[in-house]
């Protein structure tokens, strides 16, 4: 195993941290607790389904793909 860095779009070194949030994903305590103790066999049904990132995400390429 190597250590690896994504520099995709820095142009300074603090922006290999890739902290800066483009798109805010706004979660209540029930659906943060739920994404980080999600125990599944299967994490497909549960990533389209209730992974609020991916929601967003896909709720993001839909909304380009309408435009």
Same mark, same amino acid.
């Given at each position: 195993? !190597?250590?690896?860095? +994504?520099?995709?779009?820095?142009?300074?070194?603090?922006?290999?941290?890739?902290?800066?949030? #483009?798109? &805010?994903?706004?979660?209540?305590? !029930?659906?943060?607790? +739920?994404?980080?103790?999600?125990?599944?066999?299967?994490?497909?049904?549960?990533?389209?389904? #209730?992974? &609020?990132?991916?929601?967003?995400?896909?709720?993001?390429?839909?909304?380009?793909?309408?435009?």
């Amino acid at each position: 195993m !190597e250590p690896a860095v +994504d520099i995709s779009d820095c142009k300074t070194a603090a922006d290999t941290f890739h902290g800066n949030v #483009e798109v &805010p994903v706004e979660i209540n305590p !029930e659906e943060f607790f +739920d994404y980080w103790n999600s125990s599944s066999e299967d994490y497909s049904d549960w990533l389209l389904h #209730e992974d &609020p990132f991916m929601k967003k995400a896909l709720e993001l390429m839909k909304s380009e793909q309408a435009d």
